[in-house]
């Protein structure tokens, strides 16, 4: 079993920034595609970011140009830096960890995702 414990969410104002990690135990994160969803009230959840254990990069439309995730394989930490943040990016964010190979189709296909974090809150504020 991969544990995932997602950390780093919070209450900001619009243009503002946060960082969020996902430290992983019982697995190595290099073993895996992994990947960053959110789930905003009243609607489903959506892929924002993938990154694979070469660190190639996916993103969702809505994210490009404003949110990086990363990895630390040494430490197993996964990590995604969110700047820029809008009201729409509000909601509740989740660590996931995918099969290898699946960086590019990860973010539109939750069923994919092996491990879940348990999820950290975002609120931006206009």
């Known amino acids: 079993q991969m544990q995932l414990l997602d950390s780093g969410g919070g209450s900001v104002q619009g243009g503002g920034s946060l960082r969020l990690s996902c430290v992983a135990s019982?697995?190595?994160?290099?073993?895996?595609?992994m990947g960053w969803f959110r789930q905003a009230p009243g609607k489903e959840r959506e892929g924002v970011a993938a990154?694979?254990?070469?660190?190639?990069?996916s993103y969702a439309d809505s994210v490009k140009g404003r949110f990086t995730i990363s990895r630390d394989n040494a430490r197993n930490i996964l990590y995604l830096d969110m700047t820029s943040l809008k009201p729409e990016d509000t909601g509740m964010y989740y660590c996931?960890?995918?099969?290898?190979?699946?960086?590019?189709?990860?973010?539109?296909?939750?069923?994919?995702?092996?491990?879940w974090g348990q999820g950290t809150q975002v609120t931006v504020s206009s």
């Open positions: 990154i694979d254990r070469y660190s190639i990069t």
């Open positions: 019982g697995y190595s994160i290099s073993n895996y595609c």
């Open positions: 996931a960890a995918g099969p290898m190979g699946s960086l590019y189709v990860l973010l539109n296909s939750s069923g994919l995702v092996t491990y």
